[in-house]
C-alpha cells in the first residue's frame, strides 16, 4: 500500500518539521529579548511620576530627575511623560493605567481634574504639611492662598501648585497701530472692547479677526462669565482647611477663605448667563470674533503672530510660544480681562496629586515639595511656558527677552483682584465641560438660539451634577 | 416461498452522511487525515486570533453592558438600566441618526467617485499614468485618519482656511465648514470620502480587469454608446465587486470616529457626533463603561443587521458570471 507509506513518511516529516519548530521556539524563548519589565523603573521600586507630556519640555524632565536623585539619592524616581490633546485625554489616560494596574504614584493635575482625583483617587496631603509645616513657610508665603485652595477639596489640601495662568487678554500692538488706537487701560469694560474690536476690523483686510477665542472650559466662554458677576454653576465654599490656612497665611489673606471650593446648582438658564451669551452672539453677528467653534488653539499663535488677530484671551503661557514665533517684546500685550458687572477674573492651576494605590507615599511627599522649590520651578519654566505659582518668579528678569511690557498682569490677576478664582471643575468636571461646549456652540449657532440652548444646557448639566462619579 | 416470488422493493433510507461515506475510499487515507490535519493546523492560529480578540471582547461587551463599572471600583449589576438609559438619551439617539446620515453620504458618495474614477484610469492611457494614478488615489487610505483630520481643521477653518479663500476667488462667500450643522457634516464626509475611496478604487479597478474585453467589443460592434456600456454591462459585471465595497464601506461608516473628533468635536451642538464617539466619550470622558459597552452592543446589532440586509438584497441585484 503506497499511500500507507507515504503517509508513515509523511508523518515522519511533520514530527521533524514540529521537533524543529519546538527546537526554534525553545532557543527564541531562551533569547535576551527587550520585554515590558525591561523599560527603566518598571516594578523595580521606583517612585512613578505621571506628567502630561507637553507641560515640560525633555531638559526639564530631565533637570527634573536628576535634580531630585541628587538630593533623594535613596528614592529611584521614573517620569511618565504622558502625551495627550488636553487635561480631559490625559485624565483619560492616566484611568486607563491606573484600570491596568500600572498607576504612578504622583499625576500632574490641572484645577480641570483636582476635585476629580481628590473625591476618586487621591490623597489629602494635610498631614505630611502639617509635619513639615516650617519647610513650608516660604512656600506659602510666596504662593497666593487663592491658587491653594483652588487645589483643596472638603477641607483638605490634595496638591501643592506649581504654575496657573488666569485668563488675560492679549493685544497685537501692530494692529492696534494700523487701527489707530492705544493700549486699553487696565479698567476697560465690554463696551471699549467692542469698540476696540470695530476699529480693529475697519483697518485691517479681509481674512482679518478682530478677537479669537476658543470653546473650552479655560479661556472660552467661563472668563465672560465671571465678568458678567456669574458663573457656570453655583459656587460656594466647603468648611474646613483652618489648619492650613492658620498655619500658613496672614490674617487679611485668610479671611473668607474656606476648605475648597463646591459647584452646584447649575445656573446656566439665568438671565446673567444669557446676557453674556447674547453679548458674544452680537460679536460674531457682527464679524468681529471667531464662532467658538472655529477657534483652535493649535494655530492661534501663527494667526496672532502674524497680524491676522488683534486680541485673544490667554494666560502668562503664551509669552513663552509668542516669543518662540518670533514677536518681539514690543509686538504684543497684555492687559485685564474688559469688565462688565465684575473684574473677577478665573485662572486655572496645576500641581502633582499623590495616588492612593501608591505604595510610597512618603517618598512621594518628598517629591511635591521637592517639585513646589523655587529654584526647580526657576528650572522647569524657564522658557516661559506658564506662570509660575510663586509670586518672586514673576519678575522683571523673566520677561525681559519674551515680553510682554506689561507682565506685572499675570500675578496683579490674583493680587489686585481678590475675587479671580478657579475655573469651575467639580468632579463631574469631564461631562460638564462636553457641555458646556456642546450647548455653546448650539446657543452661538444662530440668531434667537442662545435661550434654547441655555435651557438644554441648564437641563443636561443638572442630570450630570446629580450622576455620581 | 420461491425464488421468483417478487417481493416489494423497500428503499435504503435516505441518509447523505453514509452515502456520501460510501463514495470514499473503502478506508479513509493517511495522506487525507494529514492533509486535514495540516487544514486545521494552519487555521488554528486564525481561530483563536479571532476568538480571543474578536468574540470575547464582544461577549465581555455584552457582559459589561450589563453592569455599572467606573474602572476605579468594582464592576456592579445593573442588569437592563444601562440600556433603558441610553435609549432615553436624546445623545445617544442623535448619535444613531448622524452615523446613518453620515453612512448613507459617505459610502454613495464613495462607491460613485471610487467607480468613476476606475473607469476613467481602466481607459485608454499610458501604463506609467495609470500606476501614477492607481498610487496617488490609494495614498490617503494608508496615511492617519487623526493626522489628516488635523489638517482638514486648518484647510476647511472659516476664517483662516484655504477652501474658503479659494472660494473667495471665484466670488463664493465664505462658507461656515465647522461652524454650521450642514457644513460640519459635508466637512467630515469629505475629508472621510478623501481618505477612503482609495479602497473601492482599487476594488473596482481589479473588478473592471475581471470584466471580457470581448463583451464591451460585442456591444460596440451593437452600437452601444460608452455610457450604455457602462450601464448595461459593466455595472452588472461589476454588481460583486460592488457588493463587497458597499458592505466593507458600511460597516467603516458605521464605525466612524477620528473625522468628526478632531474636526467638529461632535458639533456644532451634536450635528456630527457619531455612535463610536459617544461610545468613547461615556466610557473614557465620563467613566460610565457599562453604558457605553451598552451603546457598543447596539451599534454592533445595527452593523449585523444592515449588512445581512446587504446580502440579503444581493440575491435580487448582484450577478455573477
Redesign the interface.
Known sequence: MT??L???R??MR?GAYGAGAAAVAGVAAGWDRLIAADIPGRDDGSLVIATLGSAFNLDAQRALRDGFREVHPDIKIRINPVQAYDW?DFF?KI??Q??AGTAPDLVYVATEGVQLFAQ??GVPLDRWAKRDAAELRSYFADVHPSLVESMMYEGSLYQLPVEFNAADMYLNTRVLERAGADLPDNDWTHDDFTTLLRAMKRSNG??F?PYFWT?RLWGGVVPWLFAGGTNLLAESKAPGGDWLWNSFYPEAQRRGRGGGYRWTTPLADSDRVAEVYDYLASLIQEDLC??P??G?G??LVG?FSTG?VGVTPAGGFWAGGLHEAGMKPTDYDVRYFPRRHTRRHQFGAAGYAMLRTSKMRDEAWEFIKYAARKDVMTQLFAANQTTPARRSMVDAARYRETGPAHWQVFYDTLDKIPSTGPIPAPPQV??VE?LL???T??AL?SPGAVRP?LRRLQGDLEKAMERE? | MTNTEIRPVRPEPTRPRRARKASEPAAT???T??TR??AVLFLAPTVVGIVVFTVVPIVGSVVLSLFQW???DDPRWAGAANYREILTDSTVLVSFRNTLVFMVLAVALQLLIALVLAIAVNGRMPKWLRSVFRSAFFFPLVLSAASIS?VM??LF????GPVN?LL?TVGIPSV?W????NGAMAAVVLAYVWQQFGFSFLLFVGGLNNIPKEVHEAAALDGASGVRKHLAITLPLLSPTLLVASVVGIINALQVFEQPYVL???????STRTVVMVIY?TA????RFGEASAVGVLLFALIMAVTALQFRLSRRYVHYQ
Request: charge should be negative.
Open positions: 499511500d500507507s507515504l503517509s508513515r509523511g508523518l511533520y480631559s483619560s484611568l486607563t491606573i484600570a476618586r483617587l479681509a481674512g479677526t470653546n471667531t464662532r467653534e472655529g483652535d493649535r494655530n494667526v491676522r469631564n461631562e462636553q461646549i456642546k450647548h456652540g448650539t449657532a440652548a462619579v | 487515507t493517511a495522506r487525515r494529514g490535519l495540516l467606573d474602572v476605579i488635523v481643521k486648518y477653518n472659516q476664517d483662516f479663500w473667495g461656515p465647522l461652524t454650521s450643522e467638529t468635536a461632535g458639533g456644532p451642538g451634536d466619550e473614557f470622558e465620563q467613566l
